[in-house]
């Protein structure tokens, strides 16, 4: 069995709360829940768990111009640096998902994916990856693709690849398995296989988990 992750969930509806418990695989173990902003905050920052399963929506909290899991993630960040937030939400508005990731969250996937497919999310966020549903990757592509040009623009490293061989760069160090890239950007995976190994070759990286480090350092994701 794969090692035991420790998680909050933090959702306003408990029968949401109470079929995720369920539905989890038994390598994910929940340490606590909360149903709005503050109960989440004294929650989270009391069992400072591995990874925080929070909604977007919540009620409560002070910032009146906050959706309530990106003031989550911004009043507890510093106070438990070793926790990753994944937003989990019916909403998949391009809003809602950059507002999120901008406050410091490591992935966003929707409320209709499966009990084994938020578990391996739960662990690919654990060990340092960043995770999106496929449909809402283009979000996340052009909210931060002109910090990427920018970043492009005096990287000479980044300058070594193509466009497509970005975009395919920054889906991979986000977590996404090549046929859910291939899938969101409408390519074979064959194809999706020559241009990871392209871009390991030109960046000189050894692996998926080396690219995503890379990509994290220069604020690609």
Known sequence: ??????VVVVDDHSIFRSGLRADLDDSVLVVGE?????SAIAVITAAAPTVVLLDVHLPGGTDAASSGGAEVIRRTAALVPGTRFLALSVSDSAEDVVGVIRAGARGYITKGSSGSDVSRAVHAVAGGDAVFSPRLAGF???AFGAAGGEIASTDE???RLSAREQEVMRLIARGYAYKEVAATLFISTKTVETHVSSVLRKLQLSSRHELTAWATARKLL
Do not use: F
């Not at 069995?1 to 420790?6: D, F, K, L, P, R």
């Not at 909360?34 to 503050?38: F, K, N, R, S």
């Open 140 to 142: 996340v592509l052009d």
């Open 157 to 159: 490293e980044l300058d």
């Open 1 to 6: 069995m794969a090692e035991q992750i420790t």
């Open 34 to 38: 909360a149903d709005d902003v503050d």
